[in-house]
């Protein structure tokens, strides 16, 4: 029996930006694993390829937004601001993190991964050969479970809400591998031809009248 591909994942950490990162790759896995593209040898269509990358672009995203990245307003600046009547939350939105990098915040508390990532969700199966059928589409959603895992292995999930720079570049490479996957793969123009579509293994699907001829 193949390994679980969410083997290894840490289930009990506090940082708030890794979770929310896991939660859209969850939400993601869950509308490709739906996919009858995926069924067939020969690969996907444009439109699924672009949506794959658009989504992966999302995730790049918020991997940039969850990145250690301060800005240069002072804690006294800050602490004056916070007292300023006349402002509102868009004055203080920081279109370069998402994340508390400029203050010491509270120590936050472990938060548990909610999914079963046993594979008895049949929202979040494993990517078996019988479940998944395309080599390529079945190595790019077992790459997403390993960028999750990976996400949680990180020595940030211990802070509140970021991850180093230094983490996030290797994250952002893990998101890369899939992205090339797209343009090397994915799409009309690179579907494989296949001149046998019904496998031996298939054979058992088809109709077969054995009850004789017909009088």
Same mark, same amino acid.
């Given at each position: 029996?193949?390994?679980?591909?969410?083997?290894?994942?840490?289930?009990?950490?506090?940082?708030?930006?890794?979770?929310?990162?896991?939660?859209?790759?969850?939400?993601?896995?869950?509308?490709?694993?739906?996919?009858?593209?995926?069924?067939?040898?020969?690969?996907?269509?444009?439109?699924?390829?672009?949506?794959?990358?658009?989504?992966?672009?999302?995730?790049? $995203?918020?991997?940039? #937004?969850?990145?250690?990245? @301060?800005?240069? &307003? /002072?804690?006294?600046?800050?602490?004056?601001? %916070?007292?300023?009547?006349?402002?509102?939350?868009?004055?203080?939105?920081?279109?370069?993190?998402?994340?508390?990098?400029?203050?010491?915040?509270?120590?936050?508390?472990?938060?548990?991964?909610?999914? $079963?990532?046993?594979? #008895?969700?049949?929202?979040? @199966?494993?990517? &078996? /050969?019988?479940?998944?059928?395309?080599?390529? %589409?079945?190595?790019?959603?077992?790459?997403?479970?390993?960028?999750?895992?990976?996400?949680?292995?990180?020595?940030?999930?211990?802070?509140?809400?970021?991850?180093?720079?230094?983490?996030?570049?290797?994250?952002?490479?893990?998101?890369?591998?899939?992205?090339?996957?797209?343009?090397?793969?994915?799409?009309?123009?690179?579907?494989?031809?296949?001149?046998?579509?019904?496998?031996?293994?298939?054979?058992?699907?088809?109709?077969?009248?054995?009850?004789?001829?017909?009088?």
């Amino acid at each position: 029996m193949a390994e679980n591909t969410f083997n290894g994942t840490q289930m009990d950490f506090p940082n708030d930006g890794i979770h929310f990162m896991l939660a859209e790759i969850i939400k993601f896995r869950k509308q490709l694993t739906v996919r009858q593209e995926f069924s067939s040898q020969s690969g996907w269509d444009n439109a699924l390829n672009a949506y794959m990358v658009e989504e992966l672009e999302k995730l790049a $995203d918020t991997l940039e #937004n969850i990145t250690y990245y @301060p800005s240069d &307003t /002072p804690k006294e600046v800050l602490e004056l601001s %916070a007292a300023d009547t006349t402002r509102s939350l868009s004055d203080d939105y920081d279109l370069r993190a998402l994340s508390y990098d400029n203050i010491v915040m509270p120590t936050g508390r472990p938060r548990r991964v909610v999914w $079963d990532l046993t594979g #008895n969700d049949e929202d979040i @199966p494993q990517m &078996t /050969p019988d479940v998944c059928p395309n080599d390529t %589409a079945r190595s790019f959603i077992t790459g997403l479970d390993e960028t999750f895992v990976e996400l949680t292995r990180l020595d940030s999930r211990h802070q509140p809400n970021m991850v180093t720079k230094y983490e996030s570049v290797m994250m952002r490479n893990k998101l890369g591998t899939l992205y090339t996957i797209c343009q090397r793969k994915g799409g009309e123009q690179n579907k494989s031809d296949i001149p046998v579509g019904t496998l031996p293994s298939q054979e058992s699907t088809t109709f077969s009248d054995s009850g004789g001829s017909v009088q």
